[in-house]
């Protein structure tokens, strides 16, 4: 029996001190792990390569609970009671489930390195039911939520479309009130849906206001998919989280009853930003695993690997780039461990404005460090991780799977640029709410 392999693991879970986590948190966590060793890691790059992720797979982790600590925290206490669901593995009431719980989650989920597997279950489930529970009313929820919080249904984010990805103002799908006032008639496309080819609704964005209207023309939709008159969806070949189910979905004239309105006309853009702060935590928690399980596979292949008639852990060259990689990466967790720390401790209005642009940076942030964790073991994996068979044939894949963390929920160039122009407005309302409170 050998010790953890260095990088293998965040420091809480080498045994080493940390101010973060409660019983609670250790309890949840050795409860999950195991589950979602058998039910999903163990054969992660299978699923990967075939590129589906078998049905029976949802429906364990929906059994389990096991979807539902993917929602952002606090849970929906009140309708997970309704359901029955009192509690998460590891004996946690879903009253005390914080944003703790969240990044435990996240970071357990993607232990396997890759997005896809892990993405095919739950990026649907945690930001297309989102918008339901934080803005429908109360008849749109209990039209759906009651499938979809248990599994029997599932649900997706559309937001993306061939030509508006991170500028979301301008989407072109629009949404137009049938003369007889009873439905949306929806027309358009959407693009890089994940999940849409297995979803039954979407909480999609359309346009409401005329053309030109910017985002204050933006609402959001529960728009039926899965065999619905007037929807056709196809598959995506992508490059990597290719199990994930990514989507081509066009839509002809789909009736969509007005009753599926997610909030208010108009409010859309709101309600897609608000949701964006979740899906961007959720990814830096990921991504910054994928640069772990990278870092430590690269670090364990060094040290039995020879050349020059000695083990390369032995070349000042090599120890040199798992330093410099350890460092950025051992810095994005703890980064990452502070963000979630404080979503604990504030409200989620505080935390929409104090954070949300910091959230976009950590997520920006999460992918270089995966960029240069994947970087190191490439080039110390030599060869081998030019395959895609044998030693290096997680390295590959990891290699592919960078693109997939800069890239969705909002490319790394325009979030590094959101997040400083929201930290510039946020200055500049609290410096003119002091000088507006020094006049008093």
């Known amino acids: 029996m050998a010790a953890p392999i260095p990088f293998s693991e965040p420091s809480w879970l080498m045994g080493l001190p940390s101010p973060y986590y409660t019983d609670s948190h250790r309890r949840f ?31 364990e982790f929906a059994n389990a609970n096991m979807l539902i600590p993917a929602l952002p925290a606090p849970l929906p206490v009140d309708w997970l009671r309704r359901l029955g669901i009192h509690e998460l593995l590891g004996g946690i009431k879903v009253e005390d489930f914080d944003y703790m719980h969240v990044l435990i989650y996240g970071d357990e989920m993607a232990r396997a390195g890759l997005s896809g597997p892990q993405g095919s279950l739950m990026t649907g489930f945690a930001f297309g039911v989102p918008p339901i529970l934080k ?4 008849q749109l929820q209990e039209k759906f939520l009651p499938e979809l919080l248990t599994g029997k249904k599932r649900s997706c984010i559309a937001i993306t479309e061939p030509d ?12 137009v009130k049938s003369p007889c006032g009873k439905y949306y008639i929806v027309n358009g496309t959407k693009k890089w849906i994940t999940n849409g080819i297995w979803t039954d609704y979407a909480s999609m964005a359309v346009r409401t206001g005329p053309p030109g209207s910017g985002a204050a023309g933006l609402s959001m939709l529960v728009v039926p998919l ?5 929807v056709t969806m196809r598959r995506i070949k ?13 839509l002809d004239d789909v009736k969509v009853p007005v009753e599926n309105l997610i909030g208010i006309e108009g409010m859309g853009m709101r309600y897609i930003m608000t949701n964006f702060n979740h899906e961007r935590l959720s990814i830096a928690v990921g991504a910054t695993r994928q640069a772990r399980v990278a870092l430590s596979a690269a670090f364990e292949y060094v040290m039995k690997r020879e050349a020059f008639g000695e083990p390369l852990m032995n070349q000042p060259v090599v120890r040199h780039r798992l330093a410099k990689a350890g460092g950025v990466l051992e810095s994005q967790w703890a980064w990452v461990e502070q963000f979630a720390y404080q979503m604990t401790q504030m409200t989620k209005e505080d935390a929409d404005r104090e954070l ?3 959230t976009g940076l950590l997520k920006a942030q999460a992918g270089m460090v995966f960029r240069d964790c994947v970087d190191t073991a490439v080039l110390l994996f030599g060869g081998n991780s030019l395959t895609c068979s044998g030693q290096g044939e997680l390295i590959e894949m990891l290699y592919r799977d960078v693109l997939a963390a800069r890239i969705p929920g909002g490319s790394e160039d325009v979030l590094l640029d959101l997040a400083v122009r929201q ?12 000088q507006a409170k020094a006049k008093i």
């Open 226 to 230: 899965k065999n619905y008159p007037g």
């Open 164 to 175: 508006a990805g991170s500028d979301v103002a301008n989407i072109t799908t629009t949404a």
């Open 423 to 434: 930290l510039v407005r946020l200055y500049k309302a609290k410096t003119k709410a002091l």
């Open 135 to 138: 803005f429908g009313n109360k």
């Open 356 to 358: 949300g642009g910091m």
């Open 238 to 250: 992508v490059t990597a989280s290719v199990a994930s189910g990514t989507t081509f979905i066009e």
């Open 29 to 59: 966590q050795n409860a999950i792990r195991p589950f979602i060793q058998k039910h999903l890691l163990d054969r992660a790059v299978e699923w990967e390569k075939s590129g589906n992720v078998p049905e029976h797979v949802l429906q």
